[in-house]
């Protein structure tokens, strides 16, 4: 979420719950009534039926809802199923506000695609059946790519190639702009050529054997996107990402630099990277919708702004020059260093919002900020708004966006098949781990019950046991970030044993930032450092990169800026505690080296002269 000050996210656990209860009712159902069917054989049957290949709707239904009808529950754009049909019913979307653009032929008078019912309509079926029965919702799907194909073929005939069902496909995404349109075929080919082996909800193995196909991308041309956009905004091609739609703030009314009064105002012009580098690109979610993030950052009021949002349809809008600073990060000094990227969703219920089209649109934007500002691929430059420290006590605690539910290995190896190489590892890391779990590797369609177990955060405890308690915090609250860590990043463990309580997890010790001071009177957000234990599932650890810093004064004194003012001390950490390091820099106007340390969730700073490499 964007900031100039911090807000907590107040999202609480009682809606995940209550979504899962509502999802586990319907699909217990669901999957029963699937279990009495071969779903190899209905894609079979469903191919026969409408002339679509059998192998795109495997593809189809793979990317966007791993095989599953995910019980019945709709995506936050009204979605149903694992063809995604979509309805134009405004109360439909898993989480309210949810929006869809609209691409291709199956359009309502506004400006919403509604496949769902067209889908009903050809079937004659209900809509309840398309929700809630995978095969149903199969056969919708294709029902829907004929008509596509239909109506985009000059002489109304139905492609006899697999190559030429390319411009059916864009159409299908119902994406906002071409360019996301052909972004998601291009996804739907790449699995096509890739295959792949995975159990449908019913656990029977669908398999899709690789197809050597080079799609016909000159029939996505045919595609016309919708003339519908948020106001203020214009599709003119005058943004710095090729494709994003430009809702840039005129510098007129919304800069802080500007004569004669300089507030309101909601960000900087700036000569980025000729002033300041650009060393960091920030991952938010907008805790709503990208219309709602839109009205927020027009409202020059709010004296917040991002560079980019990315919806969940795959639409990038550019609300800030990348050279200009954005007020986004909760932390001036990383606003001066980054550019920020919001995405539609909310932190406590990721899971219903983070799609394979938001993923893939997102790295695309990110490998072509990583390339032009030659910034590296790692979690480290890449960075969630969770892991920013605050700047000071008093601004304390940060956000902690885009949450538990974003999946970092998933998210790195999308921008990595866009040209974007990982950086080289260095150094003996022999005792630095970084968490890769399994709930971090491949993303999971939109919205339904086994979502919930891509969690991503890993809580530590007071002993070498899950039964010692959590250290000091708000115990096991999703949206708060006191007494856990998320994947990618790196820590330095001492000992590590199998937990003897049996939960099957390894327990690692490092040195923790621990916030002992909630509960005092008044309460205080200063961190300790202090040895904790990290639980890890079996299977989730590998080697990590950085270097080992060990504290050399008897207390060192742990920033939230790498500036030389007591005014940003957030913590400390006692002589002989180990952090992991995975950068340095110097501070502006002096001679002072500080080195960036993982000191909790967050990162955090330490003068060069309190530590030595370890």
């Not at 690692?508 to 904790?532: C, M, R, T, V």
């Amino acid at each position: 979420m964007y900031s100039l000050r911090p807000r907590k996210s107040f999202i609480f656990p009682s809606i995940l719950v209550i979504a899962l209860l509502i999802v586990g009712a319907i699909g217990d159902a669901a999957v029963a009534r699937a279990q009495t069917q071969s779903i190899s054989a209905v894609f079979d049957q469903a191919a026969s039926a409408s002339g679509v290949p059998a192998s795109l709707l495997k593809a189809l239904c793979y990317m966007e809802g791993r095989l599953s009808n995910h019980g019945g529950s709709p995506s936050v754009d009204g979605g149903y199923g694992c063809m995604h049909l979509v309805t134009n019913d405004p109360n439909a979307s898993a989480l309210k506000g949810g929006k869809d653009g609209g691409i291709g032929t199956n359009m309502t008078q506004s400006g919403r695609a509604d496949t769902l019912d067209s889908a009903a309509k050809d079937l004659g079926v209900t809509t309840d059946q398309l929700k809630t029965d995978l095969a149903t919702n199969i056969r919708g799907g294709a029902a829907v790519l004929r008509d596509s194909a239909l109506q985009l073929s000059p002489n109304h005939t139905l492609p006899t190639a697999l190559a030429d069902w390319y411009g059916a496909v864009a159409a299908y995404s119902n994406a906002t702009t071409q360019s996301t349109a052909r972004l998601y075929a291009d996804s739907v080919y790449s699995l096509l050529n890739k295959g792949f082996s995975a159990p449908a909800e019913n656990g029977e193995v669908i398999t899709l054997a690789p197809q050597a196909v080079k799609p016909n991308v000159t029939l996505a041309n045919a595609v016309k996107a919708t003339t519908t956009l948020p106001s203020g905004c214009v599709d003119d091609g005058k943004t710095d990402y090729p494709g994003a739609i430009n809702c840039i703030l005129d510098p007129a009314s919304y800069d802080c630099l500007r004569s004669p009064d300089e507030i309101p105002c909601n960000y900087e012009t700036s000569d980025r990277p000729n002033v300041l580098p650009l060393n960091y690109v920030v991952i938010h979610d907008i805790e709503g919708t990208a219309q709602d993030a839109i009205n927020v950052f027009q409202n020059v009021n709010n004296g917040v702004s991002i560079h980019y949002i990315v919806d969940s349809d795959g639409t990038v809008y550019q609300i800030v020059h990348e050279k200009d600073i954005a007020y986004q990060a909760g932390n001036f000094w990383y606003n001066q260093r980054s550019i920020g990227i919001e995405h539609a969703g909310f932190d406590a219920t990721g899971f219903l919002w983070y799609n394979a089209t938001e993923y893939l649109a997102s790295a695309k934007l990110t490998a072509y900020l990583l390339k032009k500002y030659n910034i590296p691929l790692d979690h480290d430059h890449i960075v969630s708004h969770g892991i920013i420290p605050s700047p000071t006590l008093a601004t304390s605690p940060n956000h902690v966006d885009p949450g538990p539910y974003w999946l970092w290995d998933y998210y790195f190896a999308q921008i990595h098949k866009q040209g974007v190489a990982y950086p080289q590892q260095q150094g003996d890391n022999s005792h630095i781990i970084t968490l890769r779990p399994s709930t971090d590797q491949k993303p999971f369609g939109k919205g339904g019950t086994e979502t919930a177990a891509n969690f991503n955060f890993f809580y530590l405890y007071n002993g070498p046991g899950t039964r010692t308690g959590l250290i000091p915090g708000n115990g096991m609250d999703i949206t708060i970030e006191d007494n856990n860590v998320e994947p990618t990043l790196s820590y330095y463990y001492l000992a590590k044993v199998k937990d003897p309580d049996g939960s099957g997890k390894m327990l690692y010790q490092i040195w923790y930032g621990e916030s002992d001071h909630l509960s005092d009177s008044p309460s205080s957000f200063f961190a300790n450092g202090k040895l904790a234990w990290l639980a890890v599932p079996p299977g989730a650890v590998v080697e990590g990169t950085g270097t080992p810093v060990k504290i050399n004064l008897s207390t060192a004194k742990i920033y939230g800026r790498p500036v030389s003012s007591d005014s940003f001390v957030i913590g400390d950490a006692p002589s002989g505690a180990i952090f992991v390091s995975p950068l340095t820099v110097v501070e502006s106007g002096t001679n002072t080296t500080w080195y960036s340390i993982n000191y909790n969730h967050r990162q955090a700073w330490v003068q060069a002269g309190e530590v030595t490499t370890a």
